[in-house]
Structure formats: structure tokens, C-alpha cells
């Protein structure tokens, strides 16, 4: 049972437009989400995170929205750059589960010069 | 500099070879984890430990140890290897959730094929 889904497996934009990224979850237990960027033979680094308690946080290009009613939340970059072209993941925990984070599938985007 | 190390980064082995992939991170982080990268499945978290001589399953423990005897270090033991644990494999630590994540930091990865 994924608790974390991407359902968009990639993404093309061109630069200069907006990218896009989405994430719904299941679990309403779930206090905090958070991005990663992923580049090809390269763990993971993290990108921006958001609590439950909020509804959007900036940094610089990258915004992450967050609908609880929805169990939804969303990444914008602004404008995109080719050397933005990488996976993303969302992942979310529950607070009291330090340490359990759970993933999504990933979305694999390119950003076209 | 600031990182987590695993070792080794490439690794081919055969059904029923026990193997230890290493995890050390200088961070003096709580927290440590392992995760699998597969196609299609995104990052699945296998075991996480909170701190030293405590560890926890994650979502898909099965078939793989962990032990965490010091803060820095948080081995990844497979007993008995089949060909369904090939795979990209994760270690990452964290200063833990205090008021928002901080977020895992994660290593380069370590390639995994079993024949």
C-alpha cells in the first residue's frame, strides 16, 4: 500500500516556464512533507519542506504547497533551468515516527533549453 | 566535510554469499537509515535507527540486519542474498525532527546485483 504517490513518472518543460510537480498522500497522520532532488549516480539531497501547519513555503525558486483537505501537495520552480533536470520525490512522516520517512515514486523531469 | 560514506559503491555477488555494505556519516546525526532505490517504486525505507543500540523496522525489512553500536556507523548485513534484493541501495543520516525536518542526508549509493 503506497502512502506516498507520485503518479506522474516524468515531466517535460521548457526553460524559463514553470515546472510543476505533484504528490498526494493517504496518511493524515502525516506532519511534515519534504522534496528531494535526485541527479544520476547521486543520492538523494534535500530540497524544501513544508509542516502540516502551513500551507506554502518559499526558497528562492522552489515553492511547496500543501492541501490537507486534499492530501495534496505540489512543487513549483520558477522559472525552471535546464541543470534543474533530475528526479523528484516527495516524502512525509509523522512527527512522532522520528526517523520513518516514506517516499513517493519519484518524477523524473526535463527541462529543455 | 560534512558526509555520509558507504562502501563499497559497486557490488556483484552470488545467492547465499553473506555481505556487509558499511554506512559512517561525521555529522554526529541521531539518526541513520537505509533505503532501497527500485524502477517504479521510488525509495523504500528498509530499517532506521534513532540513536546508538536503537533501531527499527521500515517498510520492507525483510531479509536484511542492521546493527548501530556506535553513533557514526550503521552497517547494512545481508545474511543470505537472493536475486530480488538487487537493487540501489541508500544510507542517510539526520539531526532527527526537532519542530521541522531537517532532512535526511544521503550517500552516493551502493550498486547491488546478486546471480
Known amino acids: 500500500d503506497q502512502q506516498v504517490k507520485q503518479n506522474s513518472p516524468s515531466l517535460s518543460v521548457q526553460e524559463g516556464r514553470i515546472s510543476i510537480l505533484n504528490c498526494d498522500y493517504t496518511n493524515s497522520m502525516f506532519d511534515y512533507f519534504l522534496w528531494y532532488k535526485k541527479y544520476p549516480a547521486e543520492g538523494p539531497t534535500f530540497l524544501i519542506s513544508i509542516s502540516s501547519i502551513k500551507d506554502k513555503n518559499e526558497d528562492g525558486r522552489f515553492t511547496v504547497f500543501l492541501n490537507k483537505s486534499a492530501k495534496h501537495l505540489s512543487l513549483h520552480i520558477v522559472p525552471s533551468q535546464p541543470g534543474d533536470s533530475a528526479v523528484y520525490f516527495c516524502?512525509?512522516?509523522?512527527?512522532?515516527?522520528?526517523?520513518?520517512?516514506?517516499f513517493g515514486q519519484g518524477t523524473e523531469l526535463s527541462v529543455k533549453p | 566535510e560534512a558526509q555520509v560514506t558507504q562502501n563499497p559503491r559497486y557490488l556483484i555477488t552470488v545467492t547465499g554469499k553473506k555481505l556487509t555494505v558499511t554506512c559512517s556519516q561525521n555529522?554526529?546525526?541521531?539518526?541513520m537509515s537505509w533505503y532501497r532505490q527500485d524502477p517504479g517504486l521510488g525509495l523504500r525505507q528498509i530499517y532506521y535507527s534513532m540513536n546508538v543500540e536503537v533501531t527499527d523496522k521500515g517498510d520492507v525489512p525483510e531479509g536484511y540486519k542492521v546493527s548501530r553500536k556506535e553513533k557514526r556507523n550503521f552497517p547494512l548485513i545481508l545474511e543470505s542474498p537472493s536475486p530480488n534484493q538487487t537493487s540501489l541501495y541508500f544510507c542517510a543520516s539526520s539531526l532527527g525532527y526537532t519542530g521541522t525536518p531537517y532532512g535526511y542526508t544521503f550517500g552516493s549509493g551502493t550498486r547491488l546485483t546478486v546471480v
Open positions: 555529522m554526529n546525526h541521531e539518526y
Open positions: 516524502a512525509a512522516s509523522e512527527d512522532n515516527q522520528g526517523g520513518k520517512l516514506i
